[in-house]
């Protein structure tokens, strides 16, 4: 029987500067779960990553020798440019049916493909209505009217069918299967570090974020075990890092708790970290000092405004004492901490955003990010920016020209103007990066560099640097060697 084959391909994303691309830590993790599902049932798979091979010919010799007969391609809102060029560039490579899902088409919907020449496309989870797509598409008479999620064409008319339920049971999803990737050209497989997801859903409604569009408001754990399962999986390979990337890792204390001490009582050395950020109100002594044993170095935490009106306006439900309890407790266990701020929610004024840095000062955590408010289609933030503010870039094309990382404000409102913004941002990103230098290398060493760095080319030469392997080397060591003084 001839093999049913499908080609995955993952396009660039934009660094967090907003210049060229930045190459990914790690595979894509939906994809390696939608894979480890698919090679289950049989299905021959390959995948592109364009942010690691960054060789667009590459992608045309595979799909000319590979033929697959169907080709799915990912993508998200902060760097659709690269996602839509992708598409473009296949169908100009092959008539092969192409299929659209990722958090971007979970957002705009059909517009995906009225904007492109994608066959298809599927939004929210996929892990069940992909395979049931796939039966369909491979039959000699599909029919495609009852597949949840899926958005399909028929005499040129595009038919949006009913949405998927979201997946309950997510301990019966087979484990993210990365070895499918050229996993060791990614720096996650040199450094042995594995991301891992343990539940997925978030029950908040914070107007800036985009989650809720795919993973919706219903939070959905996996169990302590099947988490500390995937766990000793990749550790037995000799991963001993571990970055957790939920969006409410701690949203049941009671379940972290556990996960902790499974790890623990296991004996297993591993170095965790959560970038991605948890909440501070949802966390406590007893959850830190098992995090502390269970081998947590870092913890990021979401404050987005020193506001406390602005952290009501865009429904946190939060407060700055909180976030202050919080530093000051994780201090205490010995975890190191960042908290994060966004400059440019709706209805901030130049004196609230005053109040953030100010507050960002105050915090005893070892840096703080600060970001340019985004905002997604989908967002309040979005259809407010869309009903209130001025625009300084097109509005059908910011997401292709403005990084979250960049001083240039995507709007501007009479209560808090561009130069306001920039201003602000500047001092903001000032303050970012004075602490992570003094973080990374040290406080004298640190210092050093940050003063340094002031200067915009040196700035830009060091942006680039941090993308070389052997310069991240040199750092490494230099980071060891200062936080042993």
């Known amino acids: 029987m001839k093999s049913k084959k499908i080609l995955f ?18 595979p894509h993790v939906g994809i390696a779960y939608l894979t480890a599902i698919l090679k289950k049932l049989g299905y021959s798979i390959k995948i592109f990553d364009d942010g690691v091979e960054n060789d667009i010919q590459k992608l045309t010799k595979l799909i000319k020798s590979y033929k697959p007969d169907l080709i799915g391609i990912t993508g998200f809102s902060y760097a659709y440019g690269y996602f839509e060029e992708l598409i473009k560039t296949i169908r100009s490579t092959t008539s092969t049916p192409i299929i659209a899902g990722g958090p971007h088409v979970s957002a705009v919907g059909k517009q995906i493909l009225i904007d492109t020449p994608a066959n298809f ?22 029919n495609y009217q009852n597949i949840p999620g899926l958005i399909w064409q028929k005499n040129k008319q595009i038919i949006v069918n009913k949405k998927s339920p979201y997946i309950i049971k997510l301990d019966e999803i087979p484990f993210p299967d990365f070895n499918a990737f050229k996993f060791n050209l990614y720096p996650c497989y040199q450094e042995k570090i594995i991301p891992i997801i343990t539940s997925r859903g978030c029950p908040y409604g914070c107007t800036y974020c985009s989650v809720r569009l795919s993973m919706g408001q219903c939070f959905r754990p996996r169990s302590a075990q099947n988490v500390f399962d995937e766990i000793k999986y990749w550790y037995d390979q000799g991963f001993n890092r571990l970055d957790i990337n939920d969006d409410c890792f701690t949203l049941d204390l009671k379940r972290s708790e556990d996960i902790c001490d499974l790890i623990i009582n296991h004996k297993i050395n591993l170095t965790i970290q959560l970038y991605n950020g948890i909440r501070v109100d949802r966390i406590s002594k007893n959850l830190l000092y098992k995090l502390k044993q269970a081998g947590c170095v870092f913890i990021s935490y979401g404050c987005e405004s020193g506001s406390q009106k602005i952290i009501n306006k865009i429904h946190k439900n939060i407060t700055l004492k909180q ?10 266990v010995g975890i190191k901490n960042a908290v994060n701020f966004i400059i440019g929610h709706q209805g901030e004024t130049y004196r609230d955003a005053l109040k953030t840095l100010k507050f960002a000062q105050s915090l005893n955590s070892n840096f703080v990010n600060f970001y340019n408010l985004v905002p997604y289609p989908g967002t309040e933030v979005y259809d407010w920016a869309i009903k209130n503010a001025k625009f300084l870039v097109p509005k059908d094309t910011f997401l292709k020209d403005i990084s979250y ?4 404000p995507i709007f501007e409102t009479k209560e808090f103007t561009a130069k306001q ?5 500047k001092i903001g990103f000032n303050l970012y990066e004075k602490k992570l230098f003094k973080f990374r290398l040290g406080k004298n060493l640190g210092f050093l560099v940050y003063l340094i760095t002031r200067n915009q080319t ?19 060591n230099l980071t060891k060697k200062s936080k042993s003084k």
Do not use: C, Q, W
């Open 421 to 425: 913004k920039t201003e602000i941002m």
């Open 323 to 332: 976030v202050k309890d919080a530093v000051n407790l994780t201090n205490k």
């Open 9 to 26: 391909t993952i396009p660039k994303v934009k660094s967090m500067y907003g210049d060229n691309h930045a190459k990914p830590l790690y």
């Open 405 to 408: 990382r960049d001083n240039i």
């Open 121 to 142: 496309a599927m939004i929210s989870e996929a892990e069940i209505s992909f395979p049931l797509f796939l039966k369909e598409f491979f039959s000699s008479k599909p």
């Open 458 to 476: 040196i700035a830009k030469l060091s942006h680039s640097l941090i993308k070389n392997k052997f310069f991240n080397l040199l750092l490494s």
